[in-house]
């Protein structure tokens, strides 16, 4: 086996959905980079306006986020709806992000309903994987 081409200890798949989430999501990655691990940030929102931690390297994903008025509806970075071929985007862009990895801890924001369709084939895949890191599913 080929070694990690990410060689973080933690991976953290965040997904704020408004600007005023990223503060949490950004605290933890930074909590923990303070504890010397390597954090990777799977970010699944627009991309914050607050300065990275140090310790922390922000992979972007497709971004998805949902206007005030619409809680619940997944937008893309244009402000239209999810498609299923965004979703698939999505879920290639987490999935090929986490075999480049060997991860001990695997952080899920779950916090963000509507995201089972690059979860759960997350979850699964990290399962099967020896030494399985451990799956954390909130913050």
Do not use: C, N, Y
């Not at 997944?74 to 990895?101: E, Q």
Request: net charge positive; glycine share 6%; charged share 25%.
């Amino acid at each position: 086996m080929s070694p990690p081409r990410h060689p973080h200890s933690i991976l953290i798949r965040a997904q704020p959905m408004r600007a005023e989430q990223d503060a949490t999501r950004l605290d933890v990655a930074a909590r923990l980079a303070s504890e010397g691990e390597r954090v990777m940030l799977a970010w699944g929102g627009l991309l914050p306006r607050a300065p990275l931690p140090d310790g922390v390297t922000l992979w972007p994903l497709p971004p998805a986020w949902e206007r005030a008025d619409a809680a619940g509806l997944i937008l893309d970075a244009d402000g239209r709806p999810v498609d299923h071929a965004w979703k698939k985007r999505r879920a290639a862009a987490l999935l090929g992000l986490f075999a480049g990895m060997s991860p001990r801890i695997v952080i899920l924001d779950a916090a963000a309903p509507g995201f089972r369709f690059e979860l759960e084939p997350l979850t699964e895949i990290a399962r099967r994987r020896l030494p399985a890191p451990d799956i954390i599913d909130r913050f």
